[in-house]
């Protein structure tokens, strides 16, 4: 083991990282809209679009990233005639486009399940209050409901983003050059597994740090009526009493 | 004044299930009166306020406000608005109190008294913040125009709400017991900001059970017993026994 060689390939690696934030960047935000409009296709009263969201959401939760990753990059490419006459092809054989497409897909299966709880656990009263001085549909909607939901779920919702960082690493397997892709090739180089896995698990900690105090600081901002209790001291006496 | 009543109600009927609530109730309330409506849990008294703003979408039965009906139409059984807009204008109009306050817990108290001025209303925002603080001081909040809901005891909350329901300058004042979820010695001063409003003038229903308020402040008494009004009268005229057994049995229990 030696230091020297870990820190050049710490600097090597560090060439993955905008892929990695990119692959992050993208799916989650592409996911967070889907996710938004799954939720609400899961509330409404459309009974075969609510069947439809959650058979989705099964199927998306309930099988291995890994798989969807393969079954998109390897398994479409068995349909390429169909996908060259839909002149789809063109981003179907593009792994980039594919990873991307999976990690949305994945994504937006989890993030709807928490927006539909966030949705879910906005008090009734506060929403009969915005009916009663005469709100309703996409303004109630977009002032009451979501704003409110939003806050509820900010801290689920950066549990899930952290997931996704982690989850880019996948796209490796599908001849990515992002940090754990260019990992291997390095191991496959020089046969040294623990000191560069260890430099790339150094790296992938660093940026879910940052991420983390982010998402803290995001929370803190957005929700003052959480942060600031009328009673703060007792709040947390209470709390220490009760555990 | 306008000769049609503030507030019409016509044979109301509302079926929760095979349970009727409201049994036929029909009332008028003219401009600038202040009614009290009494009666036991299970009486349909909040059930009957919550018809009047649509709430509640009666099962048969019509209400009318300043002489307009709000057109109702049945769908799979169960009784809804006919229009979403005349509901949400006429909800714009008839502003509500509710019993644990219901203000928006992400909106700072001012945020809470402009919301359905600028967004519903669509007035300009300066004159909705110079309103709101006068509505404020009205209601006895100073200093608290940035805080949140949940730094502000129920009294004050209450308070806030009373400011947020004027903001919107409404015709007539719903009141869902406004004072039940509040501590004792936060009562009164609610009731003082309400009764300030009675002597101004404004057609105000109150769901209560301050039998106090009710005797005191109101110009008339509805009782409620099992979804029918069996007691409408001037409080001087029906607190003597023996108007009707349920009201004195209501009120020796109260007392």
Redo the contacts between chains.
């Keep these: 083991m030696s230091l020297p060689f870990i820190w050049e390939t710490f600097r090597t690696l560090l060439t993955g990282v905008p892929v990695t934030l990119e692959l992050t960047i993208v799916s989650v935000i592409a996911g967070l809209f889907l996710a938004l409009m799954l939720a609400v296709l899961r509330l409404s009263q459309f009974r075969l679009a609510r069947w439809f969201v959650a058979t989705y959401v099964f199927a998306f939760r309930g099988s291995p990233m890994l798989v969807q990753i393969f079954l998109i990059y390897y398994g479409l490419g068995q349909f390429r005639g169909a996908l060259q006459e839909l002149h789809l092809w063109y981003w179907f054989r593009d792994p980039y486009f594919c990873v991307l497409l999976a990690l949305s897909l994945n994504t937006a299966a989890y993030g709807c399940e928490i927006i539909r709880g966030g949705l879910q656990s906005v008090p009734a009263q506060q929403v009969e209050a915005g009916r009663a001085c005469g709100m309703s549909g996409l303004l109630l909607f977009r002032r009451i409901t979501l704003p409110i939901a939003v806050r509820n779920v900010m801290p689920i919702y950066g549990n899930e983003i952290i997931l996704m960082v982690k989850g880019t690493s996948l796209a490796s397997t599908v001849t990515i050059m992002e940090i754990t892709g260019i990992a291997a090739k390095l191991i496959a180089e020089t046969y040294r597994a623990f000191e560069v896995f260890a430099a790339a698990g150094a790296i992938y900690l660093l940026i879910n740090f940052v991420l983390m105090r982010l998402i803290a600081l995001v929370e803190r901002a957005s929700s003052p009526h959480l942060r600031r209790s009328a009673r703060p001291a007792e709040d947390i006496d209470a709390i220490a009493t009760t555990h | 004044m306008t000769a049609e009543p503030a507030v019409s109600l016509r044979d109301i009927r509302k079926k929760f299930g095979h349970f009727e609530v409201l049994k036929g109730i029909s009332f008028d309330a003219k401009e600038g009166d202040v009614i009290s409506i009494l009666g036991s849990s299970g009486s349909g008294k909040s059930t009957m306020l919550r018809c009047i ?1 649509m ?1 509640e979408v009666p099962t048969s039965g019509t209400v009318s406000i300043s002489g307009e009906a709000i057109a109702t139409k049945a769908r799979h059984g169960a009784s809804l608005p006919a229009s ?1 807009r005349q ?6 109009e008839v ?2 109190v ?1 019993q ?1 306050f ?5 909106m700072t108290i001012l945020q809470n008294i402009i ?2 001025p600028i ?3 669509k007035r300009a925002k300066a004159e909705c913040i110079a309103e709101a603080e006068a509505l404020l001081e009205k209601v006895g909040i100073v200093d608290k125009r940035g805080a ?6 129920g009294g004050q909350q209450q308070r806030v709400a009373i400011a ?2 004027l903001a ?1 300058k409404p015709k007539v004042l719903l009141f869902d017991e406004p004072t039940s979820a509040l501590d004792p010695e936060l009562v009164g001063e609610v009731l003082t900001v309400m009764r300030g409003l009675a002597n101004e003038g404004r057609t105000m229903l109150v769901v209560t059970h301050e039998m106090g308020f009710a005797r005191e402040v109101s110009d008339r008494i509805l009782f409620l017993h099992k979804g029918q009004i069996e007691v409408d009268g001037r409080p001087g005229e029906i607190f003597t026994k023996g108007v009707n057994p349920h009201f004195d049995q209501f009120t020796s229990r109260v007392h």
Aim: hydrophobic residues 40%; glycine residues 0%; without cysteine.
């Design positions: 703003n709430l979403s509901v949400d204008r006429i909800r714009s502003a509500m509710f644990s219901n203000l928006w817990s992400h919301e359905a967004h519903v209303q949140y809901p949940s730094e502000l005891s947020r329901a919107q």
